[in-house]
């Protein structure tokens, strides 16, 4: 059981769901981990630092962690940073304390992230928690971003800029290598207008120039929602030849380098774009998935 002390092997993975389980069990602090799952019971509650002991105990081991803790309380002991060496897969789930986990951690081997966090409302915009991370991080190869804003989040920027001190999607500069995107709310137009053209900020260089994939849950739009996505695939995946359908991953050429077409576009509980777009859409993406939302239906 999970809660017992006594002498356990030399693990090398752990996964607990939906159960009880000691922070302190000896099972996390074999030094030996690679793979971590906890999935904390909605009615279990974890001090931070309680959490960060966990991770730290396999801090030169561990290659893949996903945490999910419904319910986080504030670190007794104050946290330290701590860098994770050999971490190439993060997953970070459930209350919007987590994210202090976040601001002391270092991940210089990160190719895969999904952060899955309710809303705070006294903390820095999740997209300025992520860019410090990456730059901390030394901006490791990351091919996999998964982002979810909480039901109830304060959504940062408007189409044509941001209103705040931090330009919203920004962060996306700071990867180059990222082939697949999922957003979950949050408000499309903006991440659009930034995927659409070269960046004059960035040299006239493409954001994400090897994406591939890109999917949106449950996000929402302003005016123009349709409009930028038809811009934003438009810009990215040009009729070649007279075909509009090619899956030949061609790029852009000029001055801007270059970017790869998009090859999976998934639309679900976001936009109604009707048939015409719809098909228009297949025609340019190799794989196309839309789910209007239910009040569209």
Same mark, same amino acid.
């Given at each position: 059981?999970?809660?017992?002390?006594?002498?356990?092997?030399?693990?090398?993975?752990?996964?607990?769901?939906?159960?009880?389980?000691?922070?302190?069990?000896?099972?996390?602090?074999?030094?030996?981990?690679?793979?971590?799952?906890?999935?904390?019971?909605?009615?279990?509650?974890?001090?931070?630092?309680?959490?960060?002991?966990?991770?730290?105990?396999?801090?030169?081991?561990?290659?893949?962690?996903?945490?999910?803790?419904?319910?986080?309380?504030?670190?007794?002991?104050?946290?330290?940073?701590?860098? *994770?060496? $050999? &971490? #190439?897969?993060? +997953?970070?789930?459930? @209350?919007?304390?987590?994210?202090?986990?976040?601001?002391?951690?270092?991940?210089?081997?990160?190719?895969?992230?999904?952060?899955?966090?309710?809303?705070?409302?006294?903390?820095?915009?999740?997209?300025?928690?992520?860019?410090?991370?990456?730059?901390?991080?030394?901006?490791?190869?990351?091919?996999?971003?998964?982002?979810?804003?909480?039901?109830?989040?304060?959504?940062?920027?408007?189409?044509?800029?941001?209103?705040?001190?931090?330009?919203?999607?920004?962060?996306?500069?700071?990867?180059?290598?990222?082939?697949?995107?999922?957003?979950?709310?949050?408000?499309?137009?903006?991440?659009?207008?930034?995927?659409?053209?070269?960046?004059?900020?960035?040299?006239?260089?493409?954001?994400?120039?090897? *994406?591939? $994939? &890109? #999917?949106?849950? +449950?996000?929402?739009? @302003?005016?123009?929602?349709?409009?930028?996505?038809?811009?934003?695939?438009?810009?990215?995946?040009?009729?070649?030849?007279?075909?509009?359908?090619?899956?030949?991953?061609?790029?852009?050429?000029?001055?801007?380098?270059?970017?790869?077409?998009?090859?999976?576009?998934?639309?679900?509980?976001?936009?109604?774009?009707?048939?015409?777009?719809?098909?228009?859409?297949?025609?340019?993406?190799?794989?196309?998935?839309?789910?209007?939302?239910?009040?569209?239906?």
């Amino acid at each position: 059981m999970p809660n017992q002390d006594s002498e356990v092997p030399s693990l090398e993975s752990v996964t607990i769901a939906n159960m009880p389980f000691k922070w302190s069990s000896s099972m996390f602090s074999t030094s030996t981990l690679k793979e971590l799952s906890l999935r904390a019971l909605p009615s279990s509650t974890i001090h931070l630092d309680r959490i960060q002991h966990i991770l730290t105990s396999n801090a030169e081991t561990l290659t893949s962690v996903s945490l999910f803790f419904p319910a986080a309380q504030a670190p007794i002991l104050p946290l330290n940073p701590f860098t *994770l060496p $050999s &971490l #190439t897969s993060f +997953s970070l789930s459930g @209350h919007h304390l987590l994210v202090s986990l976040i601001d002391h951690l270092t991940l210089p081997a990160l190719t895969s992230l999904a952060l899955r966090l309710e809303a705070g409302r006294h903390h820095e915009p999740l997209e300025e928690t992520l860019s410090n991370l990456l730059t901390r991080s030394g901006r490791p190869t990351v091919t996999s971003l998964n982002i979810t804003h909480g039901p109830t989040a304060i959504f940062y920027g408007t189409p044509g800029g941001g209103n705040g001190p931090f330009a919203p999607w920004s962060f996306l500069a700071e990867l180059p290598t990222l082939t697949h995107l999922t957003v979950t709310h949050t408000t499309i137009e903006p991440l659009f207008e930034l995927l659409t053209s070269p960046d004059e900020e960035l040299n006239n260089t493409w954001l994400c120039p090897e *994406l591939t $994939s &890109l #999917t949106l849950i +449950s996000c929402h739009q @302003h005016n123009e929602g349709i409009l930028k996505l038809v811009g934003m695939v438009d810009a990215r995946n040009p009729a070649v030849d007279g075909q509009s359908t090619t899956g030949l991953g061609l790029g852009l050429g000029g001055s801007a380098g270059g970017v790869k077409r998009i090859r999976n576009l998934e639309v679900r509980n976001t936009i109604s774009v009707g048939m015409d777009v719809l098909e228009w859409l297949k025609s340019r993406v190799e794989n196309v998935v839309v789910v209007e939302p239910p009040c569209d239906k």
